[in-house]
């Protein structure tokens, strides 16, 4: 049975709540409170070629779950590359991205040096990504979870999609707020010398 609220509605919050709503549809990125502040086309995908890591930067614990809801940690894929990746299905710069980063992980072996994990901060778990994937023919990636938004506080940051390229020891060498082109030509030699191969 639908609940009613029980105290009267404040018109002023409603509005605010609804220009919040709104923002969020429009592709604004922030995960606790949409800003409109940035550009349209600071939106656009990043190249690969233009990115620059930096020094190896301890990360906290990483802890997510896979499809059947075990939970999984960082430490687990210890001595690869790893490209983790945030994003969520409401998110129009994370939908955008997702093809190319699908695109990546078919060059790439299952089992190779480099793993791409998209971690979806969805609430709506596995049965939401699993979702967004067959919609649009999304293959290659793994469906894992993080709906309680643990990492991004981890990590101190707001705004989805964030990636992550980490060493095989476990350290950060670059981060990236926003989508990027991860298809591009000489993208996985790149991944590779950022990541210390």
């Not at 490209?83 to 190779?112: D, F, H, K, Y």
């Not at 989508?179 to 010398?193: C, F, N, Y």
Request: with cysteine; hydrophobic share 45%; net charge neutral.
């Amino acid at each position: 049975m639908p609940q009613t609220l029980s105290t009267p509605i404040d018109r002023r919050a409603l509005l605010a709540n609804g220009g919040t709503l709104l923002a969020a549809w429009l592709g604004c990125n922030s995960i606790l409170a949409p800003s409109c502040a940035r550009a349209a086309d600071d939106l656009a995908p990043v190249s690969m070629s233009a990115l620059r890591g930096h020094a190896p930067t301890p990360l906290p614990a990483i802890d997510f779950t896979d499809e059947g809801g075990a939970v999984r940690h960082l430490a687990d894929w210890h001595g690869r590359i790893v490209i983790l990746n945030l994003w969520a299905t409401w998110c129009q710069p994370c939908v955008a991205e997702m093809p190319a980063l699908s695109r990546l992980a078919a060059q790439l072996p299952a089992q190779g040096d480099i793993a791409v994990l998209p971690v979806s901060v969805d609430r709506g778990g596995a049965a939401a990504v699993r979702r967004f994937y067959k919609a649009r023919a999304i293959v290659g990636l793994p469906v894992l979870n993080d709906p309680q938004m643990q990492i991004p506080t981890a990590l101190r940051e707001e705004g989805v999609p964030l990636s992550l390229l980490i060493d095989r020891q476990g350290r950060e060498v670059l981060r990236i707020v926003g989508p990027v082109r991860w298809d591009e030509g000489g993208a996985v030699d790149l991944i590779r010398r950022l990541g210390g191969a």
